[in-house]
């Protein structure tokens, strides 16, 4: 009689579910997952914001070099000024340098070198004031020709 007693005993002191300690595991387990998650998101946030910058900063550039290349030679010197557009939260600085006419290497026409920088300059307000930052600008040259005086199939 005793001996059918015992597994019952056995069986009845046996727990179905999960301990304590397997809870903590698990939740300890969790939490450095989603940590480690939130910092990847992060980071690739602050990527895309730098692409971003990068994009708007490369459009204004090739924007002003059309510009450049669409104006009659003679008006260079006059509408070629520093100037700047905001997009978003930056300002982007458009600045030139033009440098006297000179001849060019491979003839005798003139040219206008005309060197072009775009930097963007970040504007984040900060509880005590504004905070201003620059990153990199991207700049080239363009050389301009001025056209010829005369056309060859037009010559009288």
Same mark, same amino acid.
């Given at each position: 009689?005793?001996?059918?007693?015992?597994?019952?005993?056995?069986?009845?002191?046996?727990?179905?579910?999960?301990?304590? *300690?397997?809870?903590?595991?698990?939740?300890?387990?969790?939490?450095?997952?989603?940590?480690?998650?939130?910092?990847?998101?992060?980071?690739?946030?602050?990527?895309?914001?730098?692409?971003?910058?990068?994009?708007?900063?490369?459009?204004?550039? =090739?924007?002003?070099?059309?510009?450049?290349?669409?104006?009659?030679?003679?008006?260079?010197?006059?509408?070629?000024?520093?100037?700047?557009?905001?997009?978003?939260?930056?300002?982007? /600085?458009?600045?030139?340098?033009?440098?006297?006419?000179?001849?060019?290497? *491979?003839?005798?026409?003139?040219?206008?070198? *005309?060197?072009?920088? /775009?930097?963007?300059?970040?504007?984040?307000?900060?509880?005590?004031?504004? =905070?201003?930052?620059?990153?990199?600008?991207?700049?080239?040259?363009?050389?301009?020709?001025?056209?010829?005086?005369?056309?060859?199939?037009?010559?009288?």
């Amino acid at each position: 009689m005793t001996r059918s007693r015992l597994p019952a005993r056995r069986i009845a002191r046996r727990r179905s579910g999960i301990s304590l *300690i397997e809870i903590v595991v698990a939740c300890t387990l969790l939490a450095v997952t989603l940590t480690s998650l939130t910092g990847i998101a992060a980071r690739m946030a602050a990527r895309t914001r730098t692409v971003g910058y990068v994009e708007q900063r490369t459009a204004t550039y =090739f924007e002003e070099v059309n510009r450049t290349e669409s104006m009659p030679y003679d008006s260079l010197n006059k509408y070629l000024r520093t100037d700047s557009v905001k997009a978003g939260n930056t300002y982007y /600085v458009w600045q030139y340098t033009i440098d006297p006419e000179s001849t060019s290497a *491979i003839g005798t026409s003139k040219y206008t070198k *005309i060197n072009l920088t /775009v930097s963007p300059h970040i504007i984040m307000k900060m509880l005590n004031g504004t =905070f201003s930052s620059s990153p990199i600008p991207v700049s080239g040259v363009i050389r301009r020709a001025k056209p010829p005086t005369y056309n060859a199939l037009n010559y009288p």
